[in-house]
């Protein structure tokens, strides 16, 4: 049978699924038909239980409808368990039919506990509203002929509680029926531990709805559901919320937490049995000591009860055959929730409803970070934009969201943007150690497939990726399934995703390994920061244990850029500056005149220096290395390029600067004894001079056109 996937939807709110309740019990009834006896009763001994109970009596009755009514429909709200008690007189009040209709649309709405009680009433005079019930409707059709509508929802509410589990008494002493309603209550209020689901349940009320849904419960069956989904996305918290919300429609209930953690301890198994009969039969001596007998002991025993199991973060079939091997186990209209990461444990058990949790949407995730980072659920102008930017890192992750947001409360805008950086670049540690967990937990083969996928393959295409992979590991698709499986790695038009979070994780948890690696080895088995691919790539270091390298092109930082050719056009202007006034002191000077001969040489020995200093910086720049060739010693590029440095654009300016300074020392020396320099009429300072502004040039404009092109 195909497996019924349904995804989470629905507006963010933070709900009552916390179950804080204001009240225990919401008391609805007529004032002058049961004030005095049934309901007063009930009232009493209900306090005397410790029961927290909500009384409307006469006297507040009496005051203004619209300030009362607000005040009666946030105590509705904020009680775990209505009473309805029809008498009588019950549909002659306009007070009575509004509470219920409100009562109703709670229960609708947040699965409260309803429960009629018919005081000295037919049930079938209720539903049809015959009788009394009748003749009160007929009085408000005449009073509210222009609101129709007002009694249409009336009269619906009526027919929807008379659906409902109650309690029947048409005559004699209430005592004891008074008592029985009390042990009732008792049970649900005092017995039954309801769990804190979040601080901030954002968006968890549709979701439970929608799980609710697929539950069917009211139908006599038994259904097994899995609530499936990575780690951090929050199946924990859906699961808590669905067990507060639905656990009082069943004789008995259980929620076993961290299955797969507890059951690893020796005899852990058998632990959990005995801890789910000892939470449905309220009995601590439960002996036994091997896990097959504790399963034929949950058979006998739950088989025809009525119960509720909720087994979280199971990661072992062999769990779920010891603690929920089959529906026969269970009695009629039973419900068993699994929540897990792995899909196929669910399949495998035969788990046809499987409920995939989507990421919280923008809106939602917005507001649950708001909440962690301000107590609000909005923030100030100012930190929403770098708001928007962390909730979008975070991927819709709540855990993610959560953690983020509670290390920001407090902080400056500032600070903010600094932990942003930090985020980009690093994953937070707590968030690390939630997929840590799912990645312990893979075999070594799927473990090397994930890492790969979180180094260098995201958002390549399904079958590049499996024959890429198929050089290295045995099985790769294999290791694809299990990931998706496990809801590591996602299937998008046939390209394989992960979510941004999880790979900044994978790849730290690569990090570490790969940390230890490098202590005993110093080597890479992965390398995809540029750094490291050089340095692996130039040293010739650990090749032989490289598995995978990774070089993205990028375009060249135009900051770094700019400055690299701000530098060469300084070099050149300096240069073309000395050389030109070199030149200058050489046409002026004559035996007559040798100072200027001087100062021309200082000039073209400045222009030497000028070039060598080009030369150095270049050379510091570009990691050149001083090795023996042949005879000679020279500088080379690093490896593995291995060529000389210094071509001929690099060195003709320091050629041209050394020959402008032989031609002005050769002037300076005919000038001191007193003869005409035979070079002083040529050409050749201006044609060095030329050659060197050529050679920066054609350097610049070389760079430009190899920085367009990357």
């Not at 659906?163 to 008592?179: A, E, I, T």
């Not at 010739?540 to 375009?555: A, F, H, K, Q, S």
């Not at 070199?582 to 220096?609: C, E, H, K, T, W």
């Amino acid at each position: 049978m195909d497996s019924v996937t349904t995804q989470l939807l629905g507006a963010s709110s933070v709900s009552s699924f916390n179950h804080s309740w204001a009240y225990d019990v919401f008391l609805c009834y007529r004032d002058a038909d049961t004030h005095n006896n049934f309901t007063d009763n009930l009232y009493r001994n209900l306090l005397q239980r410790g029961i927290k109970t909500f009384l409307a009596d006469e006297l507040i009755r009496r005051e203004e409808e619209l300030l009362l009514m607000p005040t009666l429909f946030k105590a509705i709200g904020e009680s775990r368990i209505s009473i309805i008690v029809f008498s009588e007189n019950f549909a002659s009040s306009v007070w009575c039919l509004d509470e219920l209709v409100e009562i109703l649309q709670c229960r609708a709405a947040k699965q409260k506990i309803v429960w009629p009680v018919y005081y000295k009433v037919d049930l079938i005079d209720v539903r049809n509203q015959q009788g009394s019930f009748g003749e009160a409707f007929a009085n408000h059709e005449n009073k509210f002929r222009d609101n129709m509508e007002k009694v249409l929802r009336w009269r619906a509410a009526l027919r929807e509680a008379t659906n409902l589990p109650g309690w029947y008494f048409l005559d004699g002493h209430n005592s004891k029926f008074v008592h029985n309603i009390v042990e009732e209550i008792s049970a649900q209020v005092l017995n039954r531990t309801y769990f804190n689901v979040a601080k901030y349940p954002v968006g968890i009320e549709s979701r439970v709805q929608d799980i609710s849904e697929l539950l069917g419960i009211g139908v006599n069956d038994v259904r097994m559901l899995g609530i499936w989904g990575p780690n951090g996305i929050g199946k924990t918290t859906i699961a808590k919320a669905v067990y507060n919300s639905i656990a009082h429609e069943f004789e008995c209930s259980c929620f076993l937490a961290s299955v797969g953690e507890n059951s690893v301890a020796p005899g852990g198994l058998v632990k959990l049995q005995k801890i789910v009969l000892s939470e449905i039969l309220g009995e601590k001596q439960l002996d036994w000591t091997h896990v097959d007998k504790g399963i034929n002991v949950i058979k006998k025993i739950l088989s025809h009860k009525k119960v509720l199991l909720i087994l979280d973060n199971v990661n072992q079939l062999d769990q779920l055959n010891k603690l929920v091997g089959g529906s026969d186990w269970f009695g009629l209209g039973s419900r068993i929730i699994i929540t897990t990461r792995d899909k196929h444990l669910l399949t495998a058990h035969q788990v046809n409803l499987i409920y995939k949790v989507k990421e919280l949407y923008f809106d939602e995730a917005f507001e649950l970070f708001s909440w962690n980072a301000f107590r609000r659920n909005k923030l100030p102008d100012d930190y929403a934009k770098v708001a928007t930017a962390i909730v979008h890192y975070a991927k819709g992750l709540p855990l993610a969201l959560t953690i983020i947001g509670s290390l920001l409360c407090g902080r400056s805008i500032d600070q903010w943007k600094a932990a942003l950086d930090d985020y980009k670049r690093v994953v937070d540690l707590e968030i690390q150690d939630i997929v840590q967990i799912s990645y312990d937990a893979l075999e070594d083969l799927v473990k090397e497939v994930f890492l790969d996928i979180a180094c260098f393959l995201k958002g390549k295409n399904k079958n590049y990726v499996i024959k890429m992979l198929e050089s290295c590991h045995q099985n790769p698709e294999y290791g694809i399934q299990v990931l998706i499986e496990k809801a590591l790695v996602i299937i998008k038009e046939d390209h394989i995703w992960m979510n941004d979070l999880i790979q900044k994780m994978g790849r730290e948890i690569f990090s570490c390994q790969d940390s230890l690696t490098r202590l005993r080895s110093r080597r890479h088995s992965r390398s995809w920061f540029y750094k490291n691919v050089n340095h692996v790539l130039s040293e010739n270091t650990g090749i032989n244990r490289t598995e995978d390298i990774m070089v993205t092109l990028r375009v060249p930082d135009k900051t770094l850029s700019a400055k690299a050719t701000s530098a060469k056009w300084i070099f050149l202007l300096i240069a073309l500056c000395l050389e030109i006034l070199s030149l200058a002191f050489d046409q002026v000077s004559s035996p007559r005149n040798p100072q200027y001969a001087v100062f021309g040489v200082m000039l073209a020995i400045s222009a030497v220096l000028t070039c060598i200093w080009e030369l150095i910086y270049k050379g510091k720049k570009e990691r050149v290395e001083l090795r023996r060739w042949r005879t000679l010693w020279w500088f080379y590029y690093p490896r593995p390029q291995r060529r000389l440095f210094g071509d001929v654009l690099d060195i003709f300016g320091l050629l041209g600067a050394i020959s402008q300074c032989i031609c002005s020392t050769v002037q300076y020396v005919y000038f001191i004894r007193h003869h005409q320099n035979p070079l002083k009429a040529s050409l050749l300072p201006a044609i060095f001079l030329i050659c060197l502004g050529a050679s920066r040039l054609s350097c610049i404009q070389t760079d430009k056109t190899d920085e367009q092109n990357a």
